[in-house]
């Protein structure tokens, strides 16, 4: 079974300053693709990031960045000088099937940016 | 401008009603799916569908019936929803083909049952 796990309900910021969002997830497959989205309040969730069980660079993309650690299967996102505009409900996910397709969604971290 | 199109927006509908939640993608892609979300509940997914052919059903109610005439279309067919059923109904779509592509999503359909 997979399980993805956001502990953090909801956070609350004040512009500028960095947060992170934790994401930890349970599979027993050693090739798994692990996913974060954003869901603004027009509904759509936005894809941010993909990355594979085999590739544990952390990555950057302007004020994000992803810190993938498979010791503590942990896949966390860290915005920095978080901005208004980043208010949002932050999905994380993991697929391992072999179609690559039955996503199994976090349970999201809303993220309210005040200014 | 999403490429996975959603109609309508917002639907209210009874429960001896019979109605239909519409996708449409403009990305080419080859998978579709349809997933379900409830307040305070993690995304369910309800179908997919690859190639226009249903892959995965996750033991969603009869009372739910889909419909891929294409690989750019995806219809929910509705009838005799139940007060739980009222949700945000989001559409998504992907390259499909074993890769773990990302899914593109639609702004969904936010569905009342009075």
């Known amino acids: 079974a997979q399980k993805v796990t956001q502990a953090q309900t909801e956070i609350s910021v004040v512009e500028k300053e960095d947060v992170t969002l934790d994401c930890v997830y349970e599979t027993r497959d050693t090739t798994y693709y692990l996913f974060w989205y954003k869901q603004p309040p027009s509904g759509e969730l936005v894809f941010l990031i993909r990355r594979n069980s085999f590739d544990e660079q952390n990555e950057i993309s302007g004020r994000y960045s992803w810190n993938f650690q498979k010791s503590t299967s942990s896949f966390n996102f860290t915005i920095t000088a978080s901005q208004v505009v980043d208010s949002a409900v932050y999905f994380c996910a993991l697929s391992e099937d072999n179609y690559g397709q039955n996503f199994v969604f976090g349970p999201g971290t809303r993220l309210s940016v005040l200014p | 401008e999403t490429g996975v199109t959603q109609t309508p927006r917002h639907l209210v509908m009874g429960m001896t009603n019979k109605k239909s939640l519409k996708c449409e993608q403009h990305?080419?892609?080859?998978?579709m799916y349809w997933y379900k979300q409830s307040a305070k509940k993690p995304l369910e997914l309800m179908f997919v569908?690859?190639?226009?052919?249903?892959?995965e059903n996750n033991s969603v109610p009869s009372r739910f019936s889909p419909e891929c005439p294409n690989s750019s279309h995806l219809f929910l067919h509705l009838h005799t929803l139940q007060p739980e059923d009222s949700a945000l109904y989001l559409c998504?779509?992907?390259?499909?083909?074993?890769?773990?592509?990302?899914?593109?999503f639609g702004d969904g359909t936010r569905l009342s049952i009075l």
């Open positions: 990305l080419g892609h080859n998978a």
């Open positions: 569908y690859n190639f226009k052919e249903q892959t």
């Open positions: 998504a779509s992907s390259q499909g083909g074993g890769e773990h592509q990302p899914q593109h």
